[in-house]
């Protein structure tokens, strides 16, 4: 609805005699005939209010100021830029946090999904590694076991071959120098003790080696007896070598002590097993 503004003005500055010639000069006109405003009213499509006769008179507009205006659009483009910088900033912002958050969440989420497969997993083949596990025992205390039976049984066969090389030394020994028959004789004369006679049973070849190297070994047996015999015995193996008292007979042949050396090293395999 459109407003009727009154043809009245308030005039600012002017005199008492512009005044009187200014107010002759807006007198109303003549009123409008009935039928004419029909037609205008028709015409308008629609009757506007009249404006209350108690309406108060509009100020004067006054003219713009060309620095002002300028000064306030140059502020309304400042404040916008200002406006358009605060809202690019929270919205990088915003992204920032969003992104940063989602790559904790993702990392955290990761870390458990891994945690709970792992678990997962390890629930589901428990049984499975317990029958490895098991399994993975009893074929190491297989290994161990044959590992063990075999070292035993290279052990029996390195002492045997142990013990036939040493035979085998004594032997040769034997044959080259009657040192070794001397110091079977004195060693074994150690431990018999004072007698009144002492015969030594040796073979020939083994007596003729220990003559040629010591033929006075009857002095140093002197501590245990002023009777002291050499009894020759044919045909005997080399290092055959007994020695005789009243009280008792010593084998202190190289056979015999060969044959103590292996029940001493089976003693030993016997106790290492157990």
């Not at 003219?63 to 809202?87: C, F």
């Not at 035993?152 to 028959?181: C, F, T």
């Not at 010593?250 to 097993?273: F, K, Y």
Request: charged share 40%; hydrophobic share 35%.
């Amino acid at each position: 609805m459109k407003t009727m503004f009154s043809s009245k003005k308030v005039i600012r500055s002017a005199s008492n005699s512009q005044l009187s010639s200014f107010l002759e000069s807006l007198e109303e006109p003549e009123e409008i005939q009935e039928e004419e405003m029909e037609e205008f009213a028709s015409s308008e499509g629609e009757e506007e209010e009249e404006e209350p006769e108690d309406a108060l008179p509009l100020p004067e507009t006054k003219a713009e100021d060309p620095y002002h205006e300028t000064l306030l659009h140059l502020a309304l483009e400042k404040a916008q830029r200002i406006m358009d910088a605060a809202e690019k900033e929270a919205k990088l912002l915003k992204e920032k946090a969003e992104e940063e958050g989602y790559q904790a969440g993702f990392q955290k989420g990761l870390e458990a999904g891994k945690a709970e497969a792992e678990e997962k997993v390890m629930a589901e083949h428990a049984e499975e590694m317990e029958n490895f596990r098991m399994d993975m025992n009893r074929s190491l205390r297989m290994v161990e076991d044959a590992k063990t039976e075999r070292l035993y049984r290279y052990m029996d066969e390195l002492k045997d071959v142990a013990i036939a090389v040493a035979e085998k030394v004594i032997l040769v020994s034997l044959r080259s120098s009657g040192e070794v028959i001397r110091r079977m004789i004195l060693k074994e004369a150690e431990r018999i003790k004072k007698t009144a006679w002492l015969k030594i049973h040796i073979d020939r070849l083994d007596y003729e080696m220990l003559v040629e190297t010591d033929g006075d070994v009857a002095n140093e047996l002197s501590q245990i007896s002023d009777n002291i015999k050499f009894v020759i015995v044919e045909k005997e193996e080399p290092g055959k070598l007994i020695l005789e008292t009243p009280d008792e007979i010593v084998d202190a042949s190289i056979d015999t002590q060969m044959e103590n050396l292996r029940e001493r090293l089976g003693r030993l395999d016997a106790q290492e097993s157990e």
